[in-house]
């Protein structure tokens, strides 16, 4: 019997129209680099792992690492055993495990060393001899961004980002991309010269969350929402990145970089984009990015950043019932640092739908609990005839979207308290994952690195969304640039008082998680 012909235009195993067969990545081989760093140990080496458990992945899959570390294929395959077991989602699997095991391989070499990425092309030729992953390559940069451009041109004078015939090759880049507008092009560009844009997959693993791919099923699959989603009835928009540890040992990547960099640019304008987006045609790559690029594009900030914009860095305080260090104390930083922990801003959107609406967002580190959520918050009903009762006022509806811890989403409306008074109390109903469906939600990374191995790209960011972005944050982070040190906040409180000012102004308060 011959075989069944697979190429990147066509694989048997997949069919859009057929729901009843999970998606399965044909032959390939995903080459991590930075594979020792903590993202890799944490994320990507259990997401694969999870992958091949739950059949996800070709048997034809193979695994190599790129690192400096003086290892034998052992002993990386050791290293990944134990990552697996310590952090896998599904339960460890002996035969899953020696499948996958018999295709992992590991390079020693450092990003400038010409024989490390030659060594590196002949390990994937072998792989696909003896394994049958055909020549298809995806790239995991796992690595600091100033690492992009060396690797990049390594790639192609190895010719590793050529394809040859149907073959196919992909580079994943982690954030930051860039540090603002005119590095994020260059970097562009140092990336456009060794692959195709549509090769270039620019991870964001929020959007890899249940959560956020059900913000699209909540607003367009429910005639309920879409009267509502306008100005006319949305009074704000709040989006919160909170966490509660602090940065650790991360000195060398955050510090210059900051809360704003590190989670506005990419995270919370990428959630602003999905809530604000009208219905695409379709959820493919190309509607969806057409859409949220018409939301970044139509964005922009306040010209008073004094009052719409604020920041801070925490200090020592207690957080989870333990004593912890302000970030000038944290090992490795500089003690002038004025690096930023907590970031608001505040984001106008000049559409007709959302005209008038502000969109707050906020993220920061060591703040009272770690949550992520977006909250749609409804205008007040009239107070009459609630006003001549003497009960308390009606408070405003909102529509929370609960992204982490607990995935889930709840509605907040005004209820009746029992009793002969006509007084009315805010209740919520609440949907949640855990207990409504049987099905567990896989890690972000699982589904993102499924997506690089099968091509398909809506829930990666374009470049032009890029762009855009960095033009609507690059304003706050100069005007920041010369306005001194950001404002001190105590670890375990929910920020500095100038975020609390920055909703006043106009009339709202923070929603406590």
């Known amino acids: ?33 930075g594979v020792t760093g903590d993202l890799s140990q944490k994320k990507l080496l259990p997401a694969v792992y999870d992958l091949a458990n739950r059949g996800l992945l070709s048997p034809s899959f193979a695994l190599v690492g790129f ?15 134990d990552c697996v077991e310590e952090r896998s989602r599904t339960k460890f699997n002996e035969t899953t495990w020696d499948q996958l095991a018999s295709g992992i391989r590991f390079v020693q070499g450092s990003f400038d060393e010409d024989s490390a990425f030659d060594d590196l092309r002949a390990t994937l030729q072998d792989q696909d001899r003896t394994r049958g992953t055909r020549g298809n390559y995806a790239f995991y940069l796992s690595v600091p961004p100033r690492a992009f451009p060396p690797v990049c041109e390594q790639l192609a004078r190895s010719g590793l980002s050529e394809a040859q015939g149907d073959s196919w090759r992909r580079v994943v880049i982690e954030k930051p991309f860039g540090h603002d507008l005119e590095s994020a092009r260059e970097l562009n560009e140092v990336v456009a010269k060794a692959f195709k844009p549509s090769d270039v997959f620019r991870i ?27 100005s006319r009835y949305v009074d704000h928009v709040q989006i919160t990145m909170a966490e509660d540890i602090g940065v650790g040992g991360r000195a060398g990547y955050y510090d210059g970089i900051g809360a704003a ?63 912890v260090v302000g970030y000038l104390e944290e090992g490795g930083f500089d003690p002038s640092s004025t690096t930023e922990t907590y970031a608001a801003i505040r984001v106008d959107i000049d559409t007709r739908r959302w005209a008038g609406v502000p969109f707050y967002l906020r993220t920061g580190k ?12 409804f205008k007040k009903a009239p107070p009459l005839p609630f006003s001549t009762t003497g009960g308390a006022e009606p408070g405003n509806n909102a529509l929370v979207i609960r992204i982490q811890p607990d995935e889930g989403a709840s509605l907040q409306f005004n209820a009746k308290v029992p009793g002969s008074a006509m007084e009315v109390r805010d209740v919520t109903m609440d949907f949640g994952y855990g207990h409504s469906f049987t099905e567990a939600s896989p890690e972000a990374y699982e589904r ?20 855009l972005s960095w033009k609507i944050l690059d304003p706050v982070i100069e005007h920041w640039a010369a306005s001194g040190a950001p404002e001190p906040y105590r670890a375990g ?7 609390d000012k920055l909703l006043a102004i106009d009339g709202h308060a923070w929603r406590r998680p």
């Open 261 to 323: 960099r590190d989670v506005i640019q990419n995270h919370l304008l990428q959630l602003l984009a999905l809530t604000a987006m009208e219905e695409p045609a379709t959820f493919d790559a190309d509607d969806l990015a057409a859409e949220k690029a018409k939301i970044l594009s139509s964005a922009r900030v306040p010209e008073d950043l004094d009052e719409h914009a604020a920041r801070g860095q925490y200090t020592a305080g207690w957080q989870g019932g333990e004593q």
């Open 366 to 377: 060591r703040l009272a609990r770690r949550v992520t959520e977006i909250a749609v918050v």
């Open 67 to 81: 690192g400096r570390r003086d290892w034998t294929d052992a002993d990386f395959t050791q290293f990944v055993r």
């Open 204 to 230: 964001d693993h929020y959007l890899g969350k249940e959560t956020v791919q059900n913000l699209l099923a909540l607003r367009f699959s429910n005639q309920l929402f879409e009267p509502l989603w306008n």
């Open 1 to 33: 019997m011959s075989p069944v012909p697979i190429s990147a235009g066509h694989n048997p195993l997949r069919d859009k129209k057929d729901r009843r067969l999970a998606r399965i990545a044909g032959p390939s081989a995903l080459v991590i680099f």
């Open 448 to 467: 993102l690195i499924l997506d690089v191995l099968l091509g398909d790209a809506p829930l990666f960011p374009r470049h032009r969304e890029v762009e």
């Open 493 to 499: 409180t929910w920020g500095p008082p100038s975020s």
